[in-house]
């Protein structure tokens, strides 16, 4: 077995995953602070259901920074592969959590969207919206960089979280426009939040469909399938390939096979082809860390 992992290039990544995710909790306490200040201010429902959801980007930051730590430790005894699947777990986590969050959101949006609203909502409030959607589209791009980078599922659906907080602004912007100009439908405040709920639970599902797969042990696609194969078949000692096998590991893939060979070829023959083999998988196959590779007697007659 040969798990690709390397220790510099490893140490390297968990430096960009928490630089960018430290990054995260502060602009998050920062937009928090602006979006509940304003929206109180400004008597804007929605702008303040914008603010939880921005609170809620801290619990998945905090879930990255405390978890990186973990999944990116090396192979050991116990766990032969690495800990990648507690990268899978912490994406889970972050999709359960946006879920409950925007469950909360919609339930209050609909117990509040049939009471009159004393206060008009202001203009003031829309300071908290637009400042969102400019700095969390800017964190998003760079995580979602950082996390294609280094290959991290939970960085990738860090970033997915950042870009909801980013869209789910505009409702609120939207609802804050319409209610300040016109007081009587200020209902509109609530039906925004509403809609940020919605959203959020979309995000979440996206978040949560691919962990789940993983934890379900799903192989790869037919496309990578195909192109493992042909890898193989281009290596000039295999006499053909059958009975692929793949699974998916966090954002990369384990693969074992069957390679056909000469039958009258000696075991050292054997050896050196199955290390081909390996080796010609691992460099250019789709995002594999491990393949093993089983030899067989090719045999050419009925």
């Known amino acids: 077995m040969n798990i690709k992992i390397s220790h510099n290039?490893?140490?390297t990544n968990v430096k960009q995953i928490k630089k960018i995710t430290w990054t995260g909790i502060a602009l998050n306490l920062f937009l928090a602070f602006i979006k509940f200040l304003f929206g109180f201010i400004g008597a804007s429902h929605a702008v303040i259901a914008d603010a939880v959801h921005s609170i809620s980007d801290l619990s998945t930051d905090l879930a990255v920074l405390l978890g990186v730590k973990y999944w990116?430790?090396?192979p050991d005894k116990n766990h032969p592969y690495g800990h990648r699947r507690i990268e899978t777990l912490i994406t889970l986590a972050i999709g359960i959590i946006l879920a409950f969050i925007a469950v909360g959101l919609g339930y209050n949006s609909l117990t509040s969207v049939r009471e009159i609203h004393r206060e008009q909502t202001s203009w003031i409030a829309v300071i908290g919206p637009l400042l969102s959607i400019v700095f969390k589209e800017i964190?998003?791009?760079?995580t979602l960089k950082i996390g294609n980078r280094v290959k991290s599922t939970a960085v990738i659906a860090n970033?997915?979280?950042?870009?909801?907080d980013a869209l789910s602004s505009l409702p609120a912007l939207i609802a804050v426009t319409v209610s300040s100009l016109n007081p009587e439908l200020s209902y509109i405040d609530d039906i925004g939040a509403l809609i940020i709920s919605v959203f959020i639970l979309k995000v979440s599902w996206d978040i949560v469909r691919p962990s789940l797969i993983e934890l379900t042990d799903h192989g790869a696609s037919e496309k990578d399938r195909e192109l493992i194969?042909?890898?193989v078949m281009n290596i000039e000692s295999v006499k053909?390939?059958?009975a692929i096998r793949t699974r998916k590991f966090s954002s990369n893939l384990v693969v074992d096979l069957h390679v056909l060979v000469d039958p009258d070829i000696s075991v050292r023959e054997g050896h050196c082809i199955s290390q081909e083999v390996e080796d010609e998988i691992l460099n250019k196959g789709p995002d594999?860390?491990?393949v093993v590779v089983h030899i067989e007697p090719f045999e050419s007659g009925p």
């Open 9 to 11: 290039k490893n140490n």
């Open 72 to 74: 990116s430790a090396p």
């Open 139 to 142: 964190l998003y791009r760079w």
């Open 159 to 164: 970033s997915m979280h950042h870009r909801s």
């Open 229 to 231: 194969k042909n890898i």
């Open 240 to 242: 053909d390939v059958h």
């Open 288 to 290: 594999i860390i491990d």
